[in-house]
């Protein structure tokens, strides 16, 4: 049986022209490093254009801002799958075929939440026991 694979994933043909914002979302969240950007994905049509630049100053891309809004405005489905191809084709996203992996991440500000709740055990593991188990269990029952 093979092992689950537990990445969002994502085909970006079907993405982009089925649900280009959730695309838009899943690609300048795996950018930035958050996992998912949601300001992306409810603003669509300026995250689609500032992702073509973001790619095209990436790569040195030559395109005039006249021609990026002229493409994400008459086709930005198709702009949206060149970016996404263009940063698949130089490494800048995760592919397996023709989708975009996006790993699961954990921000500072999640760490240091983590650390919170956890407490100061978190920190300082408990010593190694000296005991054998089962003489730990009886005194746990005692």
Do not use: W
């Amino acid at each position: 049986m093979a092992e689950k694979d537990n990445n969002a994933q994502v085909d970006t043909g079907a993405a982009a022209l089925c649900f280009p914002s959730v695309l838009i979302g899943f690609v300048k969240g795996k950018l930035d490093g958050s996992g998912f950007s949601v300001p992306a994905c409810l603003c669509g049509g300026v995250a689609a254009y500032r992702l073509r630049r973001d790619t095209q100053k990436m790569f040195n891309i030559k395109e005039s801002e006249d021609a990026s809004m002229c493409a994400v405005g008459l086709c930005g489905i198709c702009a949206l799958y060149q970016d996404v191809h263009e940063l698949q084709k130089q490494g800048k996203l995760s592919v397996g075929g023709n989708v975009v992996s996006v790993q699961p991440t954990q921000t500072p500000a999640m760490k240091e939440k983590e650390a919170e709740a956890v407490g100061p055990a978190a920190n300082n593991p408990a010593p190694p026991y000296d005991k054998p188990a089962e003489a730990v269990v009886e005194e746990a029952k005692n």
